[in-house]
């Protein structure tokens, strides 16, 4: 994908923007924010946004924006892991269904069946009443929930380059099934692979949020949105800016990460290249 590519999807490097800057807003909490998140006040409670607090303190006198910032952090690594395991567990399967099909390719549609009939909540509530809430249970349950997901997109688009005269061709120079799949169906389907992976991250952040919000996802003293929202929701009627913060924060994130995701399909998919070259001649 070129720089000229890129030009002509606008929304793409928006959306990317849109999303490293609330990235690295969350790293910065990592060395620096404006108060620690553990510091409690009570006497400055409720304060709206000043010129010491940004955005205002919350029912326990702890700065807000400080909190968002780390509760940003929390959201993107909690969702970034939940979509790596995804990647690094269902793709081989996607890969390996289509190299060697049959019995193999029926076990991998079964349990991505199976995978799917358990949604991510379920997961989570079942892992959280073995082994207790958490970050760590959090990303499991996401994880297992991405994992049917790639292995079907890899399944997908390595169904459509394995009929290729490339594919064919080195099977006829010896290569297995193993090495066609890394040498020549992996790369031809990276983009499909990152477009799904912009687009699970952010829907990663949603389920991190709901976990969260529900008590399943991160615990105290650490924070999170979900957390955040959690904490608010019986002052939203008195105090509505305790809930209108990492909602808003929530919503901001998720619309840039799809604008990014929609802006990365446009570009790299030469289909859509192709139409739009069309339609600019027309």
Do not use: C, K
């Amino acid at each position: 994908m070129t720089w000229g590519a890129i030009r002509q999807h606008p929304s793409l490097y928006i959306g990317l923007i849109a999303a490293a800057a609330f990235a690295l807003l969350g790293l910065i909490s990592l060395w620096w924010t404006p108060y620690p998140i553990e510091q409690i006040a009570i006497a400055r409670r409720f304060h709206g946004p000043m010129a010491e607090h940004w955005l205002g303190t919350d029912h326990l006198g702890r700065d807000m924006l400080s909190l968002v910032m780390s509760g940003t952090l929390t959201s993107f690594v909690v969702a970034a892991l939940g979509v790596l395991i995804g990647v690094g567990l269902g793709v081989p399967m996607g890969l390996a269904a289509v190299a060697w099909g049959g019995a193999l390719e029926w076990l991998v549609l079964r349990l991505s069946d199976l995978t799917f009939a358990f949604p991510a909540i379920v997961v989570a509530i079942l892992i959280a009443a073995l082994a207790g809430p958490g970050e760590t249970n959090a990303i499991i349950a996401i994880g297992v929930f991405n994992i049917p997901v790639f292995a079907r997109v890899a399944r997908g688009g390595a169904l459509a380059v394995a009929t290729q005269d490339f594919v064919a061709a080195a099977r006829l120079a010896g290569l297995g099934n193993w090495a066609i799949a890394v040498r020549h169906l992996l790369p031809n389907i990276m983009s499909l692979l990152i477009v799904q992976g912009t687009i699970q991250l952010s829907l990663g952040i949603l389920a991190e949020a709901g976990l969260s919000y529900l008590g399943l996802g991160t615990q105290p003293p650490a924070t999170s949105l979900g957390l955040m929202l959690r904490d608010a929701q019986s002052l939203f009627l008195i105090h509505p800016w305790l809930s209108v913060v990492p909602g808003l924060t929530i919503v901001f994130v998720v619309i840039a990460l799809n604008i990014a995701g929609d802006g990365l399909r446009d570009a790299m998919d030469p289909r859509l290249r192709r139409e739009g070259l069309a339609h600019g001649a027309g």
